[in-house]
């Protein structure tokens, strides 16, 4: 087993790196095996970052998801909150302080409602939160992505730029 074999590459942007200059140090010293580890390693990385990228949108959609999920249960939570308080209006009907209870209970259905609508809204911006920071971060990958894809064209460009012969093979 030679040292490259046994050799854990890294991800990320190093790996990244990595794979790009053993890539490029094995076209130039014409070796294939470490060329083709170098674009192994590279291929390793940027499938990592996209591997990364999947794992985001996925917690995206769960916190979408759950986002829904909670939407759902207010409604449900408000509309037995409203089903009891019509309860209550119809037991103090018969009751002589039927209007004070009656402003009471509308009350409390009033501070539900606004209740579960701010935990509804707090969860739509935490959803909107995440996705932004998604979106960061897919734009962030894509500009290093590109950096890299221009260092490496330097790196290559110099390469054979400093050994023109290479190109003749």
Same mark, same amino acid.
């Given at each position: 087993?030679?040292?490259?074999?046994?050799?854990?590459?890294?991800?990320?942007?190093?790996?990244?790196?990595?794979?790009?200059?053993?890539?490029?140090?094995?076209?130039?010293?014409?070796?294939?095996?470490?060329?083709?580890?170098?674009?192994?390693?590279?291929?390793?990385?940027?499938?990592?970052?996209?591997?990364?990228?999947?794992?985001?949108?996925?917690?995206?959609?769960?916190?979408?998801?759950?986002?829904?999920?909670?939407?759902?249960?207010?409604?449900?939570?408000?509309?037995?909150?409203?089903?009891?308080?019509?309860?209550?209006?119809?037991?103090?009907?018969?009751?002589?302080?039927?209007?004070?209870?009656?402003?009471?209970?509308?009350?409390?259905?009033?501070?539900?409602?606004? &209740? $579960?609508?701010? =935990? +509804?809204? #707090? /969860?739509?911006?935490? !959803?909107?939160?995440? %996705? *932004? &920071? $998604?979106?960061? =971060? +897919?734009? #962030? /990958?894509?500009?290093? !992505?590109?950096?890299? %894809? *221009?260092? $490496?064209?330097?790196?290559?460009?110099?390469?054979?730029?400093?050994?023109?012969?290479?190109?003749?093979?």
């Amino acid at each position: 087993m030679t040292d490259s074999e046994t050799e854990k590459t890294s991800g990320g942007l190093a790996g990244k790196l990595a794979g790009k200059a053993k890539e490029t140090a094995g076209k130039i010293l014409d070796n294939d095996d470490l060329a083709r580890e170098g674009r192994l390693q590279g291929a390793q990385s940027e499938s990592e970052a996209e591997a990364a990228g999947h794992a985001a949108e996925a917690r995206q959609r769960d916190a979408e998801a759950e986002l829904e999920n909670e939407k759902v249960e207010t409604r449900a939570e408000r509309d037995r909150l409203r089903a009891e308080v019509q309860e209550e209006r119809e037991d103090i009907a018969a009751e002589s302080e039927q209007d004070r209870v009656e402003q009471s209970a509308d009350s409390q259905v009033e501070k539900a409602v606004a &209740q $579960a609508d701010a =935990e +509804r809204q #707090a /969860e739509v911006v935490k !959803a909107n939160r995440q %996705e *932004q &920071q $998604a979106e960061r =971060e +897919r734009e #962030a /990958e894509g500009k290093l !992505a590109d950096k890299l %894809e *221009q260092e $490496a064209s330097r790196a290559e460009a110099k390469a054979d730029a400093t050994d023109p012969k290479e190109d003749e093979r």
